[in-house]
T-cell receptor, first 114, second 115 residues
Framework: DGGITQSPKYLFRKEGQNVTLSCEQN?????MYWYRQDPGQGLRLIYY???????QKGDIAEGYSVSREKKESFPLTVTSAQKNPTAFYLC?????????????FGPGTRLTVT | SQQGEEDPQALSIQEGENATMNCSYK?????LQWYRQNSGRGLVHLIL?????REKHSGRLRVTLDTSKKSSSLLITASRAADTASYFC???????????????FGTGTRLTIIP
Protein backbone atom coordinates (compact mmCIF):
# COMPACT_ATOMS: atom_id res chain seq x y z
CA ASP A 1 0.00 0.00 0.00
CA GLY A 2 1.66 3.21 -1.13
CA GLY A 3 0.92 6.53 0.45
CA ILE A 4 1.50 9.00 3.24
CA THR A 5 0.79 8.27 6.85
CA GLN A 6 0.43 10.74 9.65
CA SER A 7 0.18 9.87 13.28
CA PRO A 8 -1.57 10.28 15.52
CA LYS A 9 -4.94 11.33 14.08
CA TYR A 10 -5.78 13.33 17.21
CA LEU A 11 -3.30 14.86 19.62
CA PHE A 12 -3.89 16.74 22.83
CA ARG A 13 -1.24 18.73 24.65
CA LYS A 14 -0.96 21.20 27.46
CA GLU A 15 0.20 24.71 26.70
CA GLY A 16 3.97 25.08 27.02
CA GLN A 17 4.80 21.58 25.80
CA ASN A 18 6.54 20.79 22.56
CA VAL A 19 4.88 18.15 20.40
CA THR A 20 6.12 16.25 17.35
CA LEU A 21 3.84 15.18 14.51
CA SER A 22 4.90 12.24 12.41
CA CYS A 23 4.79 12.05 8.60
CA GLU A 24 6.03 9.05 6.62
CA GLN A 25 5.77 8.34 2.89
CA ASN A 26 6.64 5.28 0.81
CA UNK A 27 6.02 6.91 -2.57
CA UNK A 28 9.75 7.53 -3.13
CA UNK A 29 9.00 11.25 -3.42
CA UNK A 30 11.82 13.73 -2.96
CA UNK A 31 9.74 16.68 -1.81
CA MET A 32 7.70 16.86 1.38
CA TYR A 33 5.57 19.63 2.86
CA TRP A 34 3.80 20.63 6.06
CA TYR A 35 0.64 22.71 5.98
CA ARG A 36 -1.61 24.13 8.65
CA GLN A 37 -5.37 24.44 8.15
CA ASP A 38 -7.63 26.45 10.43
CA PRO A 39 -11.43 26.03 10.42
CA GLY A 40 -13.02 27.21 7.19
CA GLN A 41 -9.65 28.24 5.80
CA GLY A 42 -7.28 27.14 3.12
CA LEU A 43 -3.87 25.60 3.70
CA ARG A 44 -0.86 27.62 4.77
CA LEU A 45 2.65 26.31 4.16
CA ILE A 46 4.80 25.86 7.28
CA TYR A 47 7.94 24.14 5.96
CA TYR A 48 8.97 22.20 2.90
CA UNK A 49 11.88 19.99 1.96
CA UNK A 50 13.03 19.24 -1.56
CA UNK A 51 15.79 16.81 -0.63
CA UNK A 52 17.17 14.95 2.36
CA UNK A 53 19.01 17.15 4.89
CA UNK A 54 17.56 20.32 3.39
CA UNK A 55 14.39 22.26 4.18
CA GLN A 56 12.99 25.73 3.68
CA LYS A 57 10.65 27.94 5.66
CA GLY A 58 7.19 28.46 4.30
CA ASP A 59 4.82 31.32 4.99
CA ILE A 60 4.22 30.61 8.69
CA ALA A 61 7.35 28.87 10.04
CA GLU A 62 7.60 30.75 13.34
CA GLY A 63 7.15 28.43 16.31
CA TYR A 64 7.72 25.28 14.25
CA SER A 65 10.75 23.14 13.44
CA VAL A 66 11.38 20.20 11.11
CA SER A 67 14.06 17.70 10.18
CA ARG A 68 14.65 15.60 7.07
CA GLU A 69 17.15 12.92 7.95
CA LYS A 70 15.53 10.28 5.76
CA LYS A 71 13.77 10.55 2.44
CA GLU A 72 10.69 8.82 3.85
CA SER A 73 10.24 10.93 6.96
CA PHE A 74 9.55 14.61 7.64
CA PRO A 75 8.51 15.16 11.28
CA LEU A 76 7.14 18.51 12.44
CA THR A 77 7.69 19.83 15.96
CA VAL A 78 5.24 22.39 17.27
CA THR A 79 7.14 24.30 19.91
CA SER A 80 5.86 26.25 22.88
CA ALA A 81 6.77 29.41 20.95
CA GLN A 82 3.86 28.83 18.55
CA LYS A 83 1.16 31.14 19.88
CA ASN A 84 -1.91 29.43 18.39
CA PRO A 85 -0.96 25.79 17.82
CA THR A 86 -4.47 24.31 17.80
CA ALA A 87 -5.15 23.42 14.16
CA PHE A 88 -5.36 20.62 11.60
CA TYR A 89 -1.90 19.72 10.26
CA LEU A 90 -1.44 18.16 6.85
CA CYS A 91 1.67 16.58 5.41
CA UNK A 92 2.16 16.16 1.67
CA UNK A 93 4.76 14.90 -0.78
CA UNK A 94 5.47 15.24 -4.49
CA UNK A 95 7.91 14.00 -7.10
CA UNK A 96 10.98 16.09 -7.71
CA UNK A 97 10.98 16.02 -11.47
CA UNK A 98 9.24 14.48 -14.48
CA UNK A 99 6.55 17.08 -15.00
CA UNK A 100 4.37 15.77 -12.22
CA UNK A 101 3.61 18.52 -9.76
CA UNK A 102 0.61 17.17 -7.89
CA UNK A 103 0.91 16.77 -4.17
CA UNK A 104 -0.21 13.69 -2.29
CA PHE A 105 -1.63 14.34 1.15
CA GLY A 106 -1.75 12.36 4.34
CA PRO A 107 -4.94 12.08 6.41
CA GLY A 108 -3.91 14.88 8.79
CA THR A 109 -3.36 15.29 12.54
CA ARG A 110 -5.73 17.40 14.56
CA LEU A 111 -3.78 19.06 17.37
CA THR A 112 -5.55 20.60 20.34
CA VAL A 113 -3.55 22.57 22.87
CA THR A 114 -5.22 23.67 26.10
CA SER B 1 -0.59 35.22 1.43
CA GLN B 2 -3.62 33.88 -0.39
CA GLN B 3 -2.89 33.58 -4.07
CA GLY B 4 -6.12 31.86 -5.03
CA GLU B 5 -9.56 32.97 -3.99
CA GLU B 6 -12.49 30.69 -4.68
CA ASP B 7 -15.98 31.84 -5.42
CA PRO B 8 -18.54 31.12 -4.12
CA GLN B 9 -17.52 30.27 -0.56
CA ALA B 10 -20.42 27.82 -0.33
CA LEU B 11 -22.68 26.20 -2.90
CA SER B 12 -25.68 23.90 -2.47
CA ILE B 13 -27.27 22.16 -5.45
CA GLN B 14 -29.58 19.25 -6.16
CA GLU B 15 -28.10 15.92 -7.11
CA GLY B 16 -27.78 15.65 -10.88
CA GLU B 17 -27.22 19.37 -11.42
CA ASN B 18 -23.91 20.84 -12.52
CA ALA B 19 -21.68 22.69 -10.05
CA THR B 20 -19.34 25.49 -11.06
CA MET B 21 -16.65 26.95 -8.86
CA ASN B 22 -14.32 29.80 -9.72
CA CYS B 23 -10.81 30.69 -8.67
CA SER B 24 -9.00 33.97 -9.14
CA TYR B 25 -5.31 34.54 -8.54
CA LYS B 26 -2.96 37.50 -8.55
CA UNK B 27 0.43 36.67 -10.02
CA UNK B 28 1.73 34.71 -12.99
CA UNK B 29 1.71 30.95 -12.65
CA UNK B 30 3.17 27.83 -14.23
CA UNK B 31 0.12 25.75 -13.44
CA LEU B 32 -3.10 25.69 -11.45
CA GLN B 33 -4.43 22.66 -9.62
CA TRP B 34 -7.74 21.71 -8.08
CA TYR B 35 -8.04 19.57 -4.97
CA ARG B 36 -10.96 18.09 -3.05
CA GLN B 37 -11.16 17.68 0.70
CA ASN B 38 -13.77 15.62 2.47
CA SER B 39 -14.54 16.82 5.97
CA GLY B 40 -11.67 16.16 8.37
CA ARG B 41 -9.54 14.42 5.75
CA GLY B 42 -6.49 15.14 3.64
CA LEU B 43 -6.71 16.71 0.20
CA VAL B 44 -7.01 14.69 -2.98
CA HIS B 45 -5.62 15.97 -6.26
CA LEU B 46 -8.26 16.30 -9.00
CA ILE B 47 -6.69 17.95 -11.99
CA LEU B 48 -3.78 20.12 -13.09
CA UNK B 49 -3.90 22.64 -15.89
CA UNK B 50 -0.75 24.28 -17.21
CA UNK B 51 -0.50 27.95 -18.08
CA UNK B 52 -0.42 27.19 -21.83
CA UNK B 53 -3.63 25.15 -21.66
CA ARG B 54 -7.12 26.62 -21.81
CA GLU B 55 -9.32 23.65 -20.97
CA LYS B 56 -8.91 20.19 -19.54
CA HIS B 57 -11.29 17.31 -18.86
CA SER B 58 -11.17 14.40 -16.47
CA GLY B 59 -14.28 12.27 -16.20
CA ARG B 60 -17.09 14.55 -14.95
CA LEU B 61 -14.64 17.38 -14.30
CA ARG B 62 -13.94 20.24 -16.66
CA VAL B 63 -11.40 22.91 -15.82
CA THR B 64 -10.80 26.11 -17.73
CA LEU B 65 -7.98 28.59 -17.35
CA ASP B 66 -7.92 32.19 -18.53
CA THR B 67 -4.47 33.60 -17.83
CA SER B 68 -5.44 37.04 -19.17
CA LYS B 69 -8.09 37.28 -16.45
CA LYS B 70 -6.06 35.29 -13.93
CA SER B 71 -8.99 32.98 -13.30
CA SER B 72 -9.98 29.34 -13.50
CA SER B 73 -13.23 27.47 -13.17
CA LEU B 74 -14.02 23.92 -12.12
CA LEU B 75 -17.22 22.36 -13.46
CA ILE B 76 -18.56 19.14 -12.01
CA THR B 77 -21.27 17.70 -14.23
CA ALA B 78 -24.13 15.45 -13.12
CA SER B 79 -23.30 15.92 -9.45
CA ARG B 80 -23.61 13.08 -6.95
CA ALA B 81 -24.00 13.05 -3.18
CA ALA B 82 -20.40 11.78 -2.95
CA ASP B 83 -19.20 15.05 -4.52
CA THR B 84 -20.06 16.84 -1.26
CA ALA B 85 -16.72 18.26 -0.13
CA SER B 86 -14.59 21.40 -0.10
CA TYR B 87 -12.77 22.25 -3.30
CA PHE B 88 -9.55 24.23 -3.38
CA CYS B 89 -7.56 25.75 -6.16
CA UNK B 90 -3.81 25.91 -5.76
CA UNK B 91 -1.29 27.85 -7.77
CA UNK B 92 2.43 27.48 -7.93
CA UNK B 93 4.58 30.51 -7.37
CA UNK B 94 6.45 30.07 -10.63
CA UNK B 95 9.72 30.85 -8.89
CA UNK B 96 11.31 27.39 -8.81
CA UNK B 97 12.03 25.39 -11.92
CA UNK B 98 12.89 21.89 -10.81
CA UNK B 99 9.53 20.31 -10.26
CA UNK B 100 8.82 21.24 -6.69
CA UNK B 101 6.99 24.48 -7.00
CA UNK B 102 5.45 25.72 -3.81
CA UNK B 103 1.69 25.71 -3.95
CA UNK B 104 -0.49 28.45 -2.54
CA PHE B 105 -4.02 27.36 -1.70
CA GLY B 106 -7.19 29.37 -1.76
CA THR B 107 -9.80 29.34 0.98
CA GLY B 108 -12.03 26.84 -0.80
CA THR B 109 -15.62 26.37 -1.92
CA ARG B 110 -17.80 24.21 0.29
CA LEU B 111 -20.03 22.17 -2.04
CA THR B 112 -23.11 20.39 -0.73
CA ILE B 113 -25.06 18.04 -2.99
CA ILE B 114 -28.65 17.60 -1.86
CA PRO B 115 -29.99 14.08 -2.61
Amino acid sequence: DGGITQSPKYLFRKEGQNVTLSCEQNLNHDAMYWYRQDPGQGLRLIYYSQIVNDFQKGDIAEGYSVSREKKESFPLTVTSAQKNPTAFYLCASSKRQGGSYEQYFGPGTRLTVT
Amino acid sequence: SQQGEEDPQALSIQEGENATMNCSYKTSINNLQWYRQNSGRGLVHLILIRSNEREKHSGRLRVTLDTSKKSSSLLITASRAADTASYFCATDDGLTNFGNEKLTFGTGTRLTIIP
